[in-house]
C-alpha cells in the first residue's frame, strides 16, 4: 500500500500567502526607506551652489578692492565711493546671505532625511543645525531670505535718486516698513524660544 500524504488545509494555505505577502511587504518598505537617498541629489546641489555663490561675492569683494587701490593710486577710473562701492559691497552681502540659505536648506535636508551629522556636535557653533522638522528647516530659510531681501532692498535705496516730496515720502514708508518687519522677525524668535 503507498502511503497517503495528509492533505493540506487551509489555514496552511492562507499562512503560506501570509508569508509571502509579508516579504513583499518587507522589500517594498525597504526600497521605499531606502528611496530617501534621492535627497543627496538636492543636497549636493545646494552645497555646490552655496560654493559658487560664496566664491562670486568674495569675487566682487576682491575686484573692488583692486579697484580702489588703482583708483588711490591714479591708475584706473575715478570709484563713486558712495555709491558704487557700498552698492558693491551690500550686492556682495546679498549674495553670501544667499548662499547661507543654500548652506542651511543642504544641512537641513541631510539632517532630516539621510542621518544626524556627527561633526557638528564635536564643534561649538551655533544652533544652525537644531532642524527637527521640515517647518523648522523653513523658518530658518525663510529667516536669511527675509534678511537678503532687506539687504537688497538697501542696495536698491542706494541708487535710488529721490526727486520731489512724494519719493520722499515713499522712501520713508519704505524704511517704515523694513523696520517694522525687522521686529516682527526679531518678536517671531522671541516668541518661538519662549514657547520651547
Known amino acids: 500500500m503507498s502511503e497517503q500524504k495528509p492533505r493540506k488545509t487551509r489555514e ?11 516579504t513583499i511587504e518587507k522589500i517594498f518598505e525597504n526600497f521605499l526607506w531606502s528611496s ?3 535627497v543627496l541629489f538636492a543636497v549636493i ?8 555663490l560664496f566664491a562670486i561675492g568674495t569675487f566682487d569683494i576682491v575686484k573692488l578692492i583692486i579697484d580702489l587701490v588703482n583708483a588711490a593710486c591714479g591708475q584706473g577710473a575715478k570709484i563713486d565711493l558712495h555709491g558704487a562701492v557700498l552698492g558693491t559691497i551690500v550686492g556682495s552681502i546679498d549674495i553670501f546671505l544667499i548662499a547661507v540659505v543654500s548652506l542651511i536648506f543642504s544641512f537641513g535636508l541631510y539632517e532630516l532625511f539621510i542621518s544626524h551629522i556627527d561633526a557638528a556636535d564635536s564643534t561649538e557653533s551655533s544652533n ?8 523648522v528647516l523653513k523658518d530658518k530659510i525663510g ?3 527675509i534678511m537678503a531681501l532687506i539687504v537688497k532692498f538697501f542696495q536698491f535705496m542706494l541708487e535710488m535718486k529721490i526727486e520731489n516730496i512724494v519719493q520722499m515720502l515713499y522712501f520713508a514708508a519704505s524704511v ?18 519662549h514657547s520651547e
Open 12 to 22: 496552511h494555505f492562507l499562512e503560506n500567502d501570509r508569508r509571502k505577502t509579508w
Open 45 to 52: 546641489s545646494s552645497l555646490l551652489a552655496s560654493f559658487i
Open 176 to 193: 517704515g516698513i523694513l523696520a517694522l518687519a525687522l521686529f516682527l522677525l526679531h518678536l517671531g524668535k522671541k516668541m518661538s524660544h
Open 128 to 135: 544652525i543645525l537644531d532642524i527637527g522638522s521640515l517647518d
Open 36 to 38: 530617501r537617498y534621492l
Open 143 to 145: 529667516q536669511v531670505i
